[in-house]
């Protein structure tokens, strides 16, 4: 059996791309040198190894299957103190894979987020929400106040927010994110 590294972990947030951006994946998984049925392996191992009853704790199997993070930042979110493990992504260069963890060590978020002091998208119109060019909080910044919703999985998540299109019309938007990257949106206009 071969290890599980951070190919194979970049092949896991891959599969569950693939339900929204099937061409993006399939070029990624080129990018990578896989073939479909090793995407599928490493997805079902890695779901193994989170289910597992003997398995290690969240954190304790990314850096198993990472190595030791990037960095490691402690950050307040609101009231709540927690450390920030960055790991970088070569499918995505300018992304960071971000665990947020409690004092005690439970995992609280894992997503992709923008690489400290990588510039991100200009987000002014729905035009410029285009897949895989942002994260879900550089949408919620650029369209404040963008209302979450509750995704369809444990690694989606869903804004809702008022935003104008290319010709400035104003529509509602519902964006979709996996693993905290934008896969995509459905716009009306706001009546």
Same mark, same amino acid.
């Given at each position: 059996?071969?290890?599980?590294?951070?190919?194979?972990?970049?092949?896991?947030?891959?599969? %569950?791309?693939?339900?929204?951006?099937?061409?993006?994946?399939?070029?990624?998984?080129?990018?990578?040198?896989?073939?479909?049925?090793?995407?599928?392996?490493?997805?079902?191992?890695?779901?193994?190894?989170?289910?597992?009853?003997?398995?290690?704790?969240?954190?304790?199997?990314?850096?198993?299957?990472?190595?030791?993070?990037?960095?490691?930042?402690?950050?307040?979110?609101?009231?709540?103190?927690?450390?920030?493990?960055?790991?970088?992504?070569?499918?995505?260069?300018?992304?960071?894979?971000?665990?947020?963890?409690?004092?005690?060590?439970?995992?609280?978020?894992?997503?992709?987020?923008?690489?400290?002091?990588?510039?991100?998208? /200009?987000?002014?119109?729905?035009?410029?929400?285009r897949p895989w060019s942002c994260t879900v909080d550089e949408?919620?910044?650029?369209?404040?106040?963008?209302?979450?919703?509750?995704?369809?999985?444990?690694? %989606?998540?869903?804004?809702?927010?008022? /935003?104008?299109?290319?010709?400035?019309?104003?529509?509602?938007?519902?964006?979709?994110?996996?693993?905290?990257?934008?896969?995509?949106? /459905?716009?009306?206009?706001?009546?």
């Open positions: 059996m071969t290890l599980f590294g951070p190919r194979e972990f970049q092949l896991v947030l891959l599969r %569950r791309m693939a339900d929204h951006q099937p061409g993006l994946v399939e070029e990624a998984r080129h990018e990578l040198g896989a073939s479909l049925a090793e995407m599928r392996e490493a997805n079902r191992r890695w779901q193994a190894m989170v289910r597992s009853p003997r398995g290690r704790g969240a954190v304790g199997r990314y850096r198993s299957v990472l190595g030791a993070p990037e960095s490691s930042v402690q950050r307040k979110i609101g009231d709540l103190e927690c450390e920030a493990l960055l790991w970088p992504v070569p499918l995505w260069p300018d992304l960071r894979f971000e665990v947020l963890t409690a004092p005690t060590g439970a995992v609280w978020n894992e997503w992709l987020i923008r690489a400290p002091g990588a510039p991100g998208p /200009a987000l002014r119109t729905s035009a410029d929400l949408v919620a910044r650029a369209f404040a106040p963008a209302r979450p919703m509750e995704g369809t999985a444990p690694t %989606r998540w869903r804004l809702a927010f008022t /935003a104008p299109d290319g010709e400035g019309e104003r529509h509602d938007v519902v964006a979709e994110f996996t693993w905290g990257l934008l896969q995509r949106t /459905a716009a009306t206009p706001v009546r």
